[in-house]
């Protein structure tokens, strides 16, 4: 008996620490894209209407960064509502959540390349093929979780609720997929089918009903 609540504490223990280093990643990704803008010199500006022109050359920068960093937000939420309903985590379950993480980190460093490079179409496709993985190792973290074999998930979460939710993990490598291949075409159309993450996100209906900070209230 003794092994049994030993072994319980390691795994909600695992759980906990996973959960920090989720929102740690989240943070950091988020934070670097907003080290990575360079800001120009503007000492040169004499009036405002040269203000004004520079701080239009410079909106093509905020633009980049502001898609980018609300694609992370709506994966941050995704997450912590998925996240909500696992009621243990094994090593494999760590793995793809940490595939999945590694993913994530990766996008300021693309980002930051189409900064610097705006009219490069490479580059896009690049991010848009990271963005599949983010959203393929999140599917999988949710299918590993629901299989009845190792089910990890709470016992209010039914089946429904996780197909559901696996497929609206798909929704963003499919706006990516999409993406990559308007950037062909225009690469302004590249960022406006990113647009869609967010109008997607909002407009689905939320099916995982735990609530993440009640869920984890209730374990204490």
Not at 3 to 32: G, K, P, V, Y
Not at 58 to 72: D, P, T
Not at 164 to 188: F, N, S, W, Y
Not at 199 to 212: D, E
Request: charged share 15%; with cysteine.
């Amino acid at each position: 008996m003794g092994n049994n609540s030993s072994n319980d504490f390691e795994i909600q223990e695992w759980r906990t620490r996973l959960r920090f280093l989720a929102d740690i990643i989240f943070a950091t990704a988020m934070t670097i894209m907003i080290l990575n803008i360079e800001i120009p010199e503007f000492g040169h500006i004499n009036d405002t209407k040269q203000l004004a022109v520079f701080l239009i050359k410079q909106l093509n920068s905020m633009w980049v960064f502001f898609i980018a960093f609300i694609v992370i937000a709506v994966y941050w939420m995704k997450h912590l509502e998925h996240f909500g309903a696992i009621r243990i985590v094994n090593q494999t379950f760590i793995w793809f959540q940490l595939l999945f993480l590694c993913s994530i980190m990766v996008i300021p460093f693309w980002n930051t390349y189409i900064e610097q490079f705006p009219e490069n179409i490479a580059i896009r496709v690049l991010l848009s093929i990271n963005m599949v993985l983010v959203g393929c190792f999140s599917f999988l973290s949710l299918n590993y979780a629901a299989n009845p074999k190792h089910r990890l998930l709470h016992e209010s979460v039914t089946d429904q609720m996780t197909n559901e939710a696996k497929r609206q993990a798909l929704t963003e490598p499919l706006i990516a997929i999409l993406a990559a291949g308007l950037a062909h075409i225009d690469p302004v159309l590249w960022d406006v089918a990113f647009i869609l993450v967010p109008v997607m996100f909002f407009a689905r209906k939320k099916l995982i009903k735990i609530s993440y900070f009640n869920f984890i209230g209730s374990k204490k």
